[in-house]
Structures are given as C-alpha cells and as structure tokens.
C-alpha cells in the first residue's frame, strides 16, 4: 500500500468531524454518560446510571487509538513523548485542582479520621491508581459500610491512564512485527489484531469475575480493558464503518442509544457486572460511534444539539466535580431535601463551568509540554477578557443559586423523627448490668456535648484491628485447620461454634468470656462478608463453599452450642431474607442448641457524623420499624427451625429506638454496623444476663 492511500485513509476517518475536532454525537454521547452518572450518585435515579463510565471508556479507546492511528498514518511512526504531553495536559491539571480543593475541604468539613483517609485517597487518585486501592479495600468487608469518599470517582481515571501506559507500546509492536506481513492497511490491522485479542481476554476474564468476585471486578482494570478495547478496536475499523450505506447509519444509531437507555433501567447493583451486562451500554455506544463514522445522522439531535454538545464538553470537569459537591455538601446538610440536590447539581455545574474555560481547555491548547503553536490561534486580549467575565458570571450565578437552595431548604436542618417504641422486657428484670447499661444509654442520647472517650474517636472510627488476637484473620479464611481459629482449653468438654460474618466477629470480646473459658472451647467460623443464609445470585462461590463446609462441620462434630450471627439488608423483602435464613438454620437442626443474635441496628456512619466540636445528637440514630420487621422474620425463621433468637437491641438503644454513637466513655460503632471491640466488651455483662434471661 502507498504512502498516499494510508494517508487518504487517516484524513477520511476525520469525515463527520467539525471544526473545532470533534463529533457531535460523541459530545452528546459525553452529555449522557455524566448526566447519568451524576444522576445515579445525586437522587440514586437511573439505578443504573453508573453505565455512564463505560460509555466513557468505548469513548476514549476510539477517540485515543485513532489519534495513534491517524499519527502513524500521517508521520510513520508513533511519538511517545507526545502522546503522554498530551494526556497529562488532558488528564492532570483540573484532576490536581479537584485533588487539592477537596483535601482542603475535607480538612475542614470531616473530622481527623475521615479528612486523613480523604488525603490518602488523594495520593492514591495521583497515582493514578485508586481502582486498585478499591479492590484492596473491597477484600475487606468493614469497607462496604464506611462513609463515601469524596474521591472515589477517581477509580475509572485509574482505569484508563493505566491501559495507556501500555497501549501505544504494544500498537508500535505490533505494527513492527505483524505490519508488513498483512495485506491492505498493514498497521491499522495489526493494531487490531491486538487490541482484538486484549479485548476477548480481558472479556473473558471479567465474566468469570464478575460472577466469583464482583467487588473487584468492578474495579478492576483487568476486567474493564476491554471496553477501551472494543472502542479501539472501532477505530482501527474505520475504513470499514466509511462505507456504511447512508439508510443504515440512523437505524444502528437510534439503536445504540436506546441500548444505552435500556441499560440505566435494566442494570442495578444486583446485575452481574462489569460482565455480561456490561455489554449492553458497551455495544450501544459503540452502535452509535459506528454510525456516525463518516457521517453524523441529523436526526440524531437528543445527542447532537447545542445544550448537550455543551454538556460533553465540559464532562470531564463535570464528573471530577460531581461526587466532592455531593458528599462533602451532604456532610454539611446531611438531611437536605429536593432543593439542597439541586442546590449541589448548580454548583458542580458552576465549577465545571469555571474548570473547563479557566483551566482545562487553556491549559490543554497551550504550549506547555508539546512547544510549537497552539491549535487555535489566541484571540485578542479584550475578546479573552469578555469570555473570562462571561464565564465569571454564569459560574457566579449558577453557583450562587445552588447554595441559596442549599442553605434555605427547610430539610437542611437537623431533625430526629419519632422512633417507634419497643415492646421489650424492663432492664430490671433482666439484672443490674442491663440497668446500668439501659441508665448510660439514655444519658448519652441526652448529651449535648462529647464527654472525653476511652479510647478517642479517631482511634475507632474505621478501626478493623482484632477485637481479640488472629479473630479478624480468621473472617478471612474459609476453611480454617481444625486448630486454627479457637480459643480456650482443647480437651473442655463443651464445643461452641460461631457461624456468620464480620458481624459476627465483632461479638467475640462478648461471647469469648461466656463461650472460651473453663468448660467451654469456641470455634469461631464466620467469614467476613458471607452471611449465614442461603446462597444469593450475586453470592461469591467463595461464600457458598464456605457455607457448605460450615454445615458439614457442624454436622461432624455435633457441638453443644452453634451461635449465628449476621449483618442484615437495609432494604429488600424482608420474607425474603427470612425464607432464605430458614433454609440454612434448619440444616442445623439436631446438631447442638442452635443461638440466633440479632445485629445491632444499623446507624448512622460514625465516619461521617462525628465532629469534635459538634452535638453528639448529631450522631443519634432512630430505628427505623424496618429493624423490628427485620426482627420478626428471623425471629420466626430461628424458632422454625427449632433455635433461640435473642433481640439486642436493647443493649445499643434506648427503649424508645434511640441509639446513640457512644456510651458512657466508650464509641459504640466503627462505622454503621460493626461494634468496637471496646463496646463489645463494656456489653459482656448486659448480654450474659440477656442470654440468661433468654436460652432454656
């Protein structure tokens, strides 16, 4: 092939690209991936709205593999150097001003623990690497209840820059090795060849995660490399998609994006994912990218006219923004209403405003790192002055209304709703560890300041360390040697098996001074984040074998006493739960007196509620009847299947619902659910009498 058809062919792939670069329906395409987005983590609408990041990554494999393309068509070869000028250009400068604006807001706004681990996840966005640090963090279960990171957006930025750490290295490979060897367009087939073969691994390897590990997966670069790679794969076919017949181009568009459309409303966090619904959004934006190669359809207007052509261009800064406007607004508003979500939707948009037109574009059409002239010819100084104002002015106006709706709205302020009473036997007929536990409960939701915790809050706050030794390691083993994970005299002649997840962990300084000592030996068999009930379809296999194992072992050794203890769902058919909680109890039965502890009361983040210098109502939390519904059904479920099931939630809570974040001196939780090691030794008394009270 010649020099002039190859360079023919790079020009003709501009075809349906205006002046200024870029495509329309792309742009809109952008408009509708952060809107959804925004959406999604705003009012939690569309429930699949976070399909938007992987529109956004077919986006950027098509637009970055067809610069490279275009470059070696046109040049001969693909220049490093200025690949990565202008992605840090792109990427870095509104990334670093975001990072910085947040840290210092979180400084001010959270309080030590939480505006700490805030800067950590700065350091890790930096790097660029801040879907790994999710995956680490998803390994671990705490995680999933601790308060959300202002940053955690940042993951698919992670995701994208480390794919093209390695992309441009093995397109110049496999062009050198394959280019010459295949006919036609040597290097852009070659190109494909690759990226092909990438795109059917890493699709392989995120449908086997998605189903036995969909907390990493979805982080994971790995399992999300090949959708950059379906999008570079439409770029290196490009000549193709030129000589689509006109009639066609609007049928695959409109279908494209009603395939992304579908997507926001048939994908929730229960579908498996990334893998293989992840397709659906994936396909769709590529249908789209097809047909409008060559030619943008004009009747394609959702996505091409002027308001969301705006909207993508200023998506990048509108996504950096989003998520810090949300959380730390909502920090300061915690129960804000409509108007305090549209009051952060205005000035995520203002600050995206002022982002795109003071920041990232100047910065990106800018000399600095390339040299040479800019892609635009700068205007004139005055004509730059009445932009800068314009922009000054819709910024100030749009930011301006959003905190006036914040601020005003009546929501905004802190109110308690009536919790329901409880129907619950007197402290007093339980002994005097419930009434002095039931005294410094009520105390405590009646304080108007923090009295000085033993230990301090920042100490406890996210604080996972072993309530007693190697217990924590223990939730991560799923089938423990027979000597492992237990605790008291080997030859005692009474066996207690502790079955369940990490909520169940956080009992052990209570049950262990029961249940491992004298003529008891504890097992402790829970397993962070697999609850003891019947398998889920989003259950990872990890849990099911684990589960399995458990009921084998229970049934081998026959102990005298099987304590299970879960977390609960927050939302859900509570039926549901209970049926599936039956399923498992009842193939515990004739094995040992079976023990059901119902969790504490989920509350509000600790994380997120505590200031040193703020009300310690603040961090009151009303159970909700929900609590009590949830009560009921494993209630029924544990004495269906012949155990006893002992509601404490007397021993977080007052009477009337009311469950304060401390108690006495001691923090009760370390995050929503997870008691502190510390508090799950102050209640050892109260719950020895409650178990008293209750067990035949």
């Known amino acids: 092939m010649t020099r002039a058809r190859t360079v023919g062919d790079g020009l003709r792939s501009l075809a349906g690209w205006d002046a200024t670069g870029q495509r329309s329906d792309i742009q809109g395409l952008r408009a509708l991936a952060v809107t959804a987005v925004i959406l999604n983590h705003l009012v939690g609408w569309p429930a699949g709205g976070f399909v938007g990041v992987d529109v956004f990554f077919v986006i950027s494999g098509f637009l970055i593999t067809g610069h490279l393309l275009r470059e070696h068509d046109t040049e001969g070869r693909i ?25 210092a807001v979180s400084f001010v706004v959270f309080n030590e623990v939480r505006s700490r681990g805030v800067l950590v996840d700065a350091v890790w966005a930096l790097l660029f690497s801040a879907n790994w640090q999710l995956v680490a963090e998803g390994a671990d279960y705490f995680a999933a209840t601790s308060a959300p990171s202002p940053l955690e957006h940042y ?9 093209y750490l390695v992309w441009p290295a093995i397109m110049v490979a496999a062009i050198a090795i394959l280019g010459a060897r295949l006919r036609g367009d040597g290097p852009r087939r070659a190109a494909a060849l690759a990226i092909g073969a990438i795109t059917v691994a890493s699709l392989a390897w995120a449908l086997g995660q998605s189903a036995a590990n969909p907390a990493s997966a979805y982080f994971s670069t790995l ?9 570079a794969l439409l770029a290196c076919a490009t000549p193709l998609l030129l000589r689509l017949p006109g009639a066609m181009r609007p049928l ?76 730390l607004g909502s920090s300061l508003f915690p129960d804000g209403g409509r108007r305090s979500l549209l009051g952060f939707a205005l000035v995520t948009f203002a600050l995206a405003v002022v982002g795109y037109h003071l920041i990232e574009n100047p910065i990106r059409r800018s000399r600095w790192l390339v040299g040479g002239t800019p892609r635009r010819a700068a205007a004139p100084r005055g004509v730059l002055a009445r932009r800068a104002v314009s922009v000054a002015a819709v910024s100030a106006m749009a930011f301006g209304a959003g905190a006036v709706l914040v601020v005003t709205d009546p929501h905004a302020a802190s109110v308690h709703s009536t919790p329901p009473t409880r129907d619950v036997p007197a402290a007093s007929e339980l ?50 040697a027979p000597d492992e994970c237990a605790w008291g005299d080997g030859s005692a ?41 019947a398998s889920k379809p989003d259950t990872p296999d990890s849990c099911d074998r684990h589960k399995e194992e458990m009921i084998d072992l229970v049934a081998e050794l026959e102990p005298d006493l099987v304590i299970v203890a879960n977390n609960y769902p927050v939302a859900g058919d509570l039926d549901v739960w209970g049926a599936d909680l039956s399923a498992t109890l009842s193939r515990l039965n004739g094995f ?8 504490p009361p989920q509350e509000k983040s600790i994380e997120e509620c505590y200031l040193p210098a703020g009300d310690p109502s603040d961090c009151v939390t009303a159970s909700a009847g929900y609590y009590q519904d949830l009560e009921a059904a494993e209630r029924r479920a544990t004495e269906g299947a012949g155990g006893t099931y002992v509601e404490t ?28 090691r510390w508090y799950a030794a102050k209640i050892e008394p109260a719950l020895r009498e409650l178990l008293g009270a209750v067990m035949p």
């Open 592 to 599: 040992g007196q079976l023990l059901v502890l119902a969790p």
């Open 223 to 231: 399992t999300r490399v090949w959708e950059l790679g379906v999008g």
């Open 252 to 327: 695959l568009a409109w279908s494209g994006l009603a395939g992304i459309l579908a997507s926001g409303a048939l994908i929730d966090g229960r579908t498996t994912f990334p893998a293989p619904w992840g397709l659906l959004p994936v396909l769709g934006t590529a249908l789209v990218i097809a047909a409008g190669t060559g030619r943008v359809s004009r009747t394609l207007v959702p996505l091409t006219n002027a308001a969301s052509r705006y909207v993508g261009d200023i998506s990048y800064s509108l996504y950096l923004w989003h998520l810090p406007v949300i959380v």
């Open 79 to 103: 220049s490093f150097a200025a690949f990565y000028a202008r992605r840090v250009k792109r990427i870095l400068p509104m990334a670093l001003v975001v990072l910085a604006v947040t840290v």
């Open 649 to 676: 939630e007397w021993l977080f809570c007052t009477a009337d619902g009311e469950c304060p974040a401390f108690v006495g001196t001691v923090p009760v939780k370390i995050d929503t659910v997870h008691m502190s």
């Open 155 to 163: 993951w698919s930025l992670g995701v994208e820059e480390q794919f």
């Open 493 to 533: 002649p009474r066996t207690a098996v502790l079955l369940g997840d990490s909520v169940a962990l956080a009992w052990m300084p209570a049950l262990m001074p029961m249940y491992a000592t004298g003529d008891w030996r504890l097992l402790v068999r829970a397993n962070h984040g697999c609850a003891f009930v």
């Open 431 to 480: 002994g005097p560890a419930n009434v002095a536990l039931e005294r410094e409960i009520l105390d405590a939701v009646g304080a108007t300041a923090w009295p000085e915790l033993d230990p301090p809050m920042r100490e406890v706050i996210g604080n996972t360390g072993e309530p007693v030794g190697g217990v924590n390691a223990c939730g991560s083993l799923v089938d423990p």
